[in-house]
Structures are given as structure tokens and as C-alpha cells.
């Protein structure tokens, strides 16, 4: 495999920067209106407990998602393209319909979450959600891949809203670095729930689907891949980092002052008398583009498996004459998931639950697939996994397969 290297590196940044996309746009639409409300209910219940479980979950995310980006770039193809050629019909039914059921109500928590935070900021959501339907409708079916990818790496930045929350909650910065490097476990039903939902909402089967079509639709090569695989890096090291600043922010104010809360809404609310309206909008204007963020990108990661899975035109650089379904699709999400959010009296809480449920069934087995596939002599050539790579992908599939487990026996 080729390598950056040191000495050319100010050349080598250009190149850096015209690859870097997928893997940044993925980790931090992994932080979506849910990951906040996650990360907003651990910080506030444990303190800086899970901290320690953000540095391990980064390691396993840098694995996963290098995977599905070698994959894409070796084959040009999506995963449930992929699945379709090597395993049949039946897997390919069962991953797509697991991935268009868990990323339906994960799609809605975006729009949930999204109107959560325009009202926040004193907009209400049958003003902001429509607004933001038609901006996603417009960015994806009008723009070209490289300006929606432009446009979603902007909405990335809702990352430095996070970070200056925390900074300014004034955290003891002694005892958050103990907490990441000293692990401490609780064998308490509530706790391990809260540590797989933690691990859940980080490490996702549509999270491996979309970077993978957005590497193969992007057109990677492996002549380019080790900047792709810098991007993977850099993508789940930031967008942990803002995991670990969200639980940061919470835990220096809310389980300081003995508040808990279970969504980040409560969360930001809960903030204004502790750390003041600064903290308090920054909190918001950070649920804000996280949603965007995610609603823009979950759609797509469903639209890819789809299209994949029976063949159809798609991409975003193709014209909605060209990949009509693909357009179709998109736009059916998007306009779902935000209808649903402005009906007064549907409760989201199921559906959420039900997408997470689907989430949990699905990883374990997308996970074994894609180790079958990345050790494909005859489809991944020499770019085939490394031994210490296959080590570390089978440790992490057991491990989430007995999550998984656990997370319906506690249930």
C-alpha cells in the first residue's frame, strides 16, 4: 500500500484535502440528533464514566469504516452491491430491508431533532422543517457530488459548537483525562444499556453502507486510497472527539448540579442556568447542524443499499433522468420524515426504538460480511485485510454480537 510520507508532507496537503470527505462527513453524521441525546444522557447520569469508552469505540470505528472504504476504493462498488454478487438475493433482501427499516426512524430522529433545536432558537418546526426539506431537496437533486459533499463538510463544522460548550462549562480537565485512560465498569442493567447505546450510536450498519458508495461514487482509487484512508482517520477521531466534548459539557454542568436528562433538547434547556444562554445556544446551534448533517446523509445511505441491491442507476452525479429511482427514493425520505416530525401527536419514541432495535440485529451481521469480503482474494486482490486487521475486526464482531445480546436480555 502506498504511504504519505513526512517529507513531502506540505505537498501532500492539497492532495489531503481534495480526498477528504466521506470518512469526515460519516463519523460526524454519526453524531445525529440521537448520538447527542446519548451522549447528553450518559454525561449526565455517569458524569465522565464514558469517557474511556469514546477512545475504544474510536479504535473500532478507524477498523470498520477502513474496511468499507478499502472495499469501495478497490472495486468501485457499494456494500450491498457487493453482497449481491457474492452472497445472493436473501442477504442482500435482508440487509436492505434491515437498513431502509433502521434509517426510516433514524431519518425522523434527524427532523425530530432538528425541530427541536429551531425551536430552541425561537423558530418553530412547521416553519424550520419544511425550509430544511426543501434546502436538502435542492443541495442533492441540483448539485453535483462535489458540492453537496462541499455542502455537508460546512454543516460539519456544528463540531466547534460542542467544543465551545464544553470549554466554557469549565470542566476539572485533570479528572476528564483520568476518566479516558482509566476505564471503570458497572455491572448495573442501566449502565451497560447506556455503554451499548453509547457503542451503538457510533458504530452503525449505515455508516459502513454510505461510506463505502460515497468512496465508490466519488471515484477513489487505490492510487489515491491512502489519503482516503487518512480521511477515515481523521473522521473518527473528530467526530469523537465531539462525542467526548457533548458528554464533557453535560457532566461538568448537569451531573454537577444532579440533573439528568434523556434527550438533548432537555439537555440544552437544562444548561442556561447553569452555564448561562451562551452555553445553552451553542448547545442548540450544535443539534441544529448535527441534524442537518445526518438528515442529508441517512437518506442517501438508504438510497445507495436500495439502488444497489437491484441494480439501479444511482449517484449523485448522475441527472434525475438518468437514476429516476435514486432522485425518487431520496425525495420520498425526506419528505416522510419530515411530514411525520410535524404530526402533533405521533409518538416518535416506537419508531425510534424500533430503528435501533433494527440497528442491533444488523451490525453484527454486516460486520461478518464485510470480513468475508475484505478477505476476498479474487475481489480485493493484494488490498485483502492484514492479519492484525482480521484480529481486531473478528474481537470487535464478537464483542458486538454479545452486545447485542445483552442489549435484548436487559431489554
Partial sequence: MAKLKPGNIWRQIPLFLAILGPGLITASADNDASGIATYSMAGSVYGYGFLW?????????????????????????????????????????????????????????????LAAAAELLGVSRYIAVPIAVAGLYFVVLRLSYKRVEKVQLVLCLYAFAYIASAIIARPPWGEVLKKVVVPEFHLERHYILALLATVGTTMTPWGCAYLQASVADKGVTVKDYPYTRADVVFGAVTGNVVSAFVIICTAATLFAAGIRVDTAEKAALALAPLAGEQAKLLFSVGLLGASLLAASVLPLATTYAVCEAFGWERGIDRTPKEAPIFYGLYTVQIILGGAIVLIPTLPLFPLMWLSQVANAVLLPVVMVLMLLLANDGELMHNWRNKRLTNILAIVLAVLVTIATVAMFVGS
Fill in 53 to 113: 469508552v469514546i477512545l475504544w469505540v474510536t479504535f473500532g470505528e478507524v477498523v470498520v469504516q477502513e474496511m468499507a472504504a478499502r472495499m469501495g476504493a478497490v472495486t468501485g462498488k457499494g456494500l450491498t452491491d457487493l453482497i449481491r454478487e457474492r452472497f445472493g438475493v436473501r442477504w442482500t433482501m435482508f440487509i436492505m430491508l434491515g437498513l431502509v427499516l433502521a434509517n426510516l426512524g433514524t431519518t425522523m430522529a434527524q427532523f425530530a431533532g
